[in-house]
Every structure is written in C-alpha cells, then in structure tokens.
C-alpha cells in the first residue's frame, strides 16, 4: 500500500470493549492513517451514537432490527442504518473498506469474517469463535482469495511476532499465558457456590461477561489452543498453557535449539491492535501504550495449570487433536451454558462439565462444509439446552 495513504477501517462490534479500544487507536495513533468507514454493533444504540458523532461513518449496521428501527427513528436522515446478518456481511466485504476489526462476539462472527476474507480484506481478527467453529474452513478461504488474518487477541499477537523470530518447523513448543481469571484463588471446593458477580471481577483485563467468564472457567484458554492450532498449524503436542497472574508475558516460543523467547508488553489490548493495524502502514509507531519499567519486570511467575482447576485446557486439545465439528461444537455448548449460568440457572462448575458432555456424544464430521458446522452448531446448542 503506498505510504501516506488513507486505509478505510470496518469495525463490527464497535461498542464492546474491543472496539472501543479500536476506535481509541484510530483516534489517537495518527501515523496509522486510518478512517472509519462502518461502524456495527448488537444493540448498544447510545455508545453507538457517540461514536457515529466522532467518527461519521459512511455506513452503520445495528443487529438487533428494533434497536436499529428506534435509531434511525432518532437520528433521522442524518444516518442511514442497515439492519441483519447480510447487511453486517456486506459491510465487512464493502468494496471500499481496507480493513476489517472483527470484535464480534461468539459464533456471529463467522459469516462475516468468512465475507472479508473472500473479499481479500485484511481481518483484524479479536474474535476467538470463529476459528474454533471453522479454523480449516477459514484458513483455507483467506489463502484461496489472498485475504489475510491478523490476531488481535493478547496472546495470538504476542505469538504472530515471536514466530517471526524463527521458522515454524523449528518450533518446538508455543506456549499462551493465563491469568487464572477471576476465581484463580478461591478454593476448589468453593467453585460450586460461584456467583456471576464473582466470576465477572477479572483481575486484570476489562472484557465483555462472555468472554470473563470463559477467563473464570479456562474455556477461553481452551479456545485460544484451537484458535493457535488454525492460525500457526501446530499441532496439540505443540501447544501448552501456562498460568501467569500478572499478565506481563502474553505468550512464550520455545525453539529446536534451546531457546525461550517471550513477548511482554503491558495488558493492554490498544497495543495488539495498534500492531495489527500498523502492519500494512507505518508498522510500529509511537501510541497509546508505554513500555514497561524495570520492576514491573521484577517478581513475574510462570506455572503449570492445575488440570482440576482448569480442565477446559484437556478440551480444546481434544479439539486440536480430533478437528472437524468438534470445535463448533464446544463453542456453541459452552455458549448455552454462560448463558445458563449467568441466568442463574446451573452452577459455575456446571459449565465446563455441560461441555465436555455435549462433545463426549456427538459424531464428528472432518472436513465439514460450513452448512454442517452450522448444522454442527445448532444440534450442540440443543443438547446443551436438555442439560439443565
């Protein structure tokens, strides 16, 4: 792309925390030459328009039809809202958008990243679900029409810059970080009497109640080994996890020859998302993140995970290892039972067990086309719905 020019930025899930980050560093990072071109969110129609007023989209998407009925109602000829599935895919596969911040939330992602892609769009990619329910199908679509995948999550940024330090044949092991999420201190025993509002106060990362109680649950480090196996193509022998309570070190690359190199930055998502964007521009330009102080470096700690305080991780292994439906399968189980489990409906030690549950009896599909893993995906979201 040539220096100095103007990049159109779509970002889908504008007002979750990612998106918000996103639109910080488009505002901010002015070396990045970036301009929002769409903007699309669920249902949050107040941030929305906040947003809509700093940045003047061209186009705007709201998912939810009566949300984006009672908008367009308010905003009057000034903003013309497009509504549903379509109107999100055509926008991330808009002729005129550069690149596509992916911050959608859970299985929704999936069409329209697979329309960026076909598109041959640049996809920041910040969501986890959409490689777990098709990482094959995905990857194979963006090589087929020169799309690329940037990963946006801490950890999958963390690693995509390690790699470059060697060739992929060479490693021997990649390794994700954990915070241990919100209960990494209370008891075993205690866990069953979990409440959402427990689980919800993350130590660290300010996240969506989704995706902090997948951090409570280890069901996001579970989904993250299935998200590294697709971006990277190593396989589960290849992939570990190691617990880190200060969030410094996002993730560690241990290669052939003996050495051990690890990425730390402060757990901050501006900074992978600055480094996303920046990768077709100006690369790494001074931003919104400083650089860490010695003792901030002082006193870090690695460990093993306790395979009984955090079973998801054998899961998403399991996933690696077997393939075809059985990621769509453990995201769309586990996306019934937070769901449950926040109505109050079934115990916090319920939700990884519901899973494992689901996926001990369905029937693997390989090489799924992406009407089974849909197929995949409902029947999954039904079985779960029996389990409580």
Same mark, same amino acid.
């Given at each position: 792309?040539?220096?100095?020019?103007?990049?159109?930025?779509?970002?889908?899930?504008?007002?979750?925390?990612?998106?918000?980050?996103?639109?910080?560093?488009?505002?901010?990072v002015?070396?990045?030459?970036?301009?929002?071109? @769409?903007?699309?969110?669920?249902?949050?129609?107040?941030?929305?328009?906040?947003?809509?007023?700093?940045?003047?989209?061209?186009?705007?998407?709201?998912?939810?039809?009566?949300?984006?009925?009672?908008?367009?109602t308010?905003?009057?000829?000034?903003?013309?809202?497009?509504?549903?599935?379509?109107?999100?895919?055509?926008?991330?596969?808009?002729?005129?958008?550069?690149?596509?911040?992916?911050?959608?939330?859970? @299985?929704?992602?999936?069409?329209?990243?697979?329309a960026?892609?076909?598109? @041959?769009?640049?996809?920041?990619?910040?969501?986890?679900?959409?490689?777990?329910?098709?990482?094959?199908?995905?990857?194979?679509?963006?090589?087929?029409?020169?799309?690329?995948?940037?990963?946006?999550?801490?950890?999958?940024?963390?690693?995509?810059?390690?790699m470059?330090?060697?060739?992929?044949?060479?490693?021997?092991?990649?390794?994700?970080?954990?915070?241990?999420?919100?209960?990494?201190?209370?008891?075993?025993?205690?866990?069953?009497?979990?409440?959402?509002?427990?689980?919800?106060?993350?130590?660290t990362?300010?996240?969506? +109640?989704?995706?902090?109680i997948?951090?409570?649950?280890?069901?996001?480090?579970?989904?993250?080994?299935?998200?590294?196996?697709?971006?990277?193509?190593?396989?589960?022998?290849?992939?570990?996890?190691?617990?880190?309570?200060?969030?410094?070190?996002?993730?560690?690359?241990?290669?052939?020859?003996g050495?051990?190199?690890?990425?730390?930055?402060?757990?901050?998502?501006?900074?992978?998302?600055?480094?996303?964007?920046?990768?077709?521009?100006?690369?790494?330009?001074p931003?919104?993140?400083?650089?860490?102080?010695?003792?901030?470096?002082?006193?870090?700690?690695?460990?093993?995970?306790?395979?009984?305080?955090?079973?998801?991780?054998?899961?998403?292994?399991?996933?690696?290892?077997? @393939?075809?439906?059985?990621? /769509?399968?453990?995201?769309? /189980?586990?996306?019934?039972?937070?769901?449950?489990?926040?109505?109050?409906?079934?115990?916090?030690?319920?939700?990884?067990?519901?899973?494992?549950?689901?996926?001990?009896?369905?029937?693997?599909?390989?090489?799924?086309?992406?009407? +089974?893993?849909?197929?995949?995906?409902?029947?999954?979201?039904?079985?779960?719905?029996?389990?409580?």
């Open positions: 792309m040539p220096p100095g020019k103007i990049r159109k930025v779509a970002v889908l899930g504008s007002t979750g925390s990612i998106g918000v980050a996103s639109l910080d560093v488009i505002s901010k002015l070396p990045l030459n970036l301009e929002v071109f @769409g903007l699309a969110c669920a249902s949050n129609t107040g941030l929305l328009a906040e947003q809509i007023a700093q940045h003047k989209p061209k186009r705007v998407v709201i998912q939810d039809s009566r949300a984006a009925a009672l908008f367009q308010q905003a009057g000829q000034s903003v013309r809202v497009e509504t549903g599935a379509e109107a999100l895919n055509d926008l991330a596969s808009d002729p005129e958008v550069d690149i596509v911040i992916m911050a959608v939330v859970g @299985g929704a992602a999936l069409e329209p990243t697979l960026a892609l076909r598109s @041959g769009k640049t996809v920041a990619l910040a969501n986890k679900e959409c490689l777990v329910m098709a990482g094959a199908l995905v990857t194979a679509e963006a090589q087929k029409h020169a799309g690329r995948i940037i990963p946006v999550d801490s950890e999958h940024s963390a690693a995509f810059q390690l470059k330090t060697g060739r992929t044949s060479e490693i021997r092991r990649l390794i994700i970080t954990s915070s241990g999420g919100a209960l990494r201190n209370i008891p075993l025993e205690d866990l069953a009497n979990v409440t959402p509002e427990q689980a919800l106060n993350h130590p990362w300010n996240m969506g +109640q989704k995706v902090t997948d951090s409570a649950t280890s069901i996001n480090k579970a989904l993250e080994l299935i998200e590294a196996h697709h971006l990277f193509g190593l396989p589960a022998k290849s992939l570990a996890v190691w617990v880190h309570p200060q969030s410094i070190i996002h993730a560690v690359v241990e290669y052939a020859d050495s051990t190199i690890l990425h730390a930055s402060q757990p901050d998502m501006r900074l992978p998302i600055q480094y996303a964007l920046g990768l077709d521009g100006p690369g790494r330009v931003g919104c993140v400083s650089t860490l102080p010695v003792k901030t470096l002082s006193g870090l700690s690695l460990s093993e995970p306790d395979p009984k305080r955090m079973p998801a991780i054998a899961l998403g292994l399991e996933v690696c290892e077997r @393939g075809g439906t059985l990621g /769509a399968v453990l995201n769309a /189980a586990n996306e019934i039972a937070v769901d449950a489990f926040l109505a109050g409906k079934i115990p916090f030690t319920k939700i990884v067990s519901l899973v494992e549950e689901v996926m001990q009896i369905h029937k693997i599909t390989a090489n799924p086309s992406l009407e +089974q893993i849909l197929t995949a995906d409902s029947w999954a979201r039904e079985q779960a719905l029996m389990r409580f």
